[in-house]
């Protein structure tokens, strides 16, 4: 496994302003992916990011309103633009080595928008 | 479309009892995983088993897989108030490249 960390741990937002949550691997990974968990539900992802070139979004989420990098093999950072109190949501990021092999998960970033 | 579904959606036990969560999928998978969510933190991973093999073990952990029925099973033996937790099944479908589809989870309470 790896040790994966995620800044801010948690934060509070104004609706309408725009947060963005790091990813940080301690080791080159081939794959990270965002996913997002509503109160009480399970994950959902958002996006697979791309290493060098733009993420693929899930059906339901847009490049505009989830804008996210990944300059490196150890890092990608996920920003939750033009907030609303929908968007209150804890965001996780994981990783993988390869295909077919475990994904392990970032302790998530708990957003809350007032 | 939700892929895995999981039942039950809680369970509560006693301290030294089993527990056992269900989760069924639709598609063909490489591989299920099982995690584990104490509040609302992180997710931890439990074990991963792919869509060639039937059982795994690991500690007090048991999966299963039944490609045929799409389900898979996760016991946890001689249970303990620590095992408190959400536990989620994600699957790695064979088209989706790793991209993985959660369940609704199992809330588990151990009592002690």
């Known amino acids: 496994?790896?040790?994966?960390?995620?800044?801010?741990?948690?934060?509070?937002?104004?609706?309408?302003?725009?947060?963005t949550i790091q990813c940080q691997v301690d080791s080159q990974v081939t794959m990270m992916f965002w996913y997002r968990q509503q109160p009480g539900q399970s994950l959902t992802l958002i996006a697979t990011a791309n290493q060098g070139s733009e993420?693929?979004?899930?059906?339901?989420?847009?490049?505009?309103?989830?804008?996210?990098?990944?300059?490196n093999l150890t890092f990608s950072?996920?920003?939750?633009?033009?907030?609303?109190?929908?968007?209150?949501?804890?965001?996780?990021?994981?990783?993988?080595?390869?295909?077919?092999?475990?994904?392990?998960?970032g302790p998530g970033t708990r957003l809350t928008v007032t | 479309s939700q892929q895995g579904e999981e039942d039950p959606q809680a369970l509560s036990i006693q301290e030294g009892e089993n527990a056992t969560m269900n989760c069924s999928y639709k598609t063909s998978i490489n591989n299920l995983q099982w995690y584990r969510q104490n509040s609302g933190r992180g997710?931890?991973?439990l074990i991963l088993?792919?869509?060639?093999?039937?059982?795994?073990?690991?500690?007090?952990?048991?999966?299963?897989?039944?490609?045929?029925?799409?389900?898979?099973?996760l016991l946890i033996t001689a249970s303990r108030a620590a095992d408190t937790a959400s536990y989620?099944?994600?699957?790695?479908?064979?088209?989706?490249?790793?991209?993985?589809?959660?369940?609704e989870g199992t809330q588990l309470t151990v009592n002690p």
């Open chain 2, 88 to 103: 989620f099944c994600a699957t790695d479908a064979e088209t989706s490249g790793s991209r993985l589809t959660f369940g």
């Open chain 2, 43 to 45: 997710l931890v991973h």
């Open chain 1, 1 to 19: 496994s790896a040790v994966i960390s995620q800044k801010p741990s948690r934060d509070i937002c104004q609706r309408g302003t725009s947060l």
């Open chain 1, 77 to 105: 950072t996920l920003t939750v633009s033009n907030m609303s109190p929908e968007d209150s949501s804890i965001y996780l990021c994981s990783v993988a080595w390869t295909a077919n092999y475990e994904q392990y998960f």
């Open chain 2, 49 to 73: 088993i792919r869509s060639n093999e039937r059982e795994k073990h690991s500690g007090r952990l048991r999966v299963t897989l039944d490609t045929s029925k799409k389900s898979s099973s």
């Open chain 1, 55 to 71: 993420a693929t979004y899930e059906s339901g989420f847009v490049i505009d309103k989830f804008p996210i990098s990944r300059p």
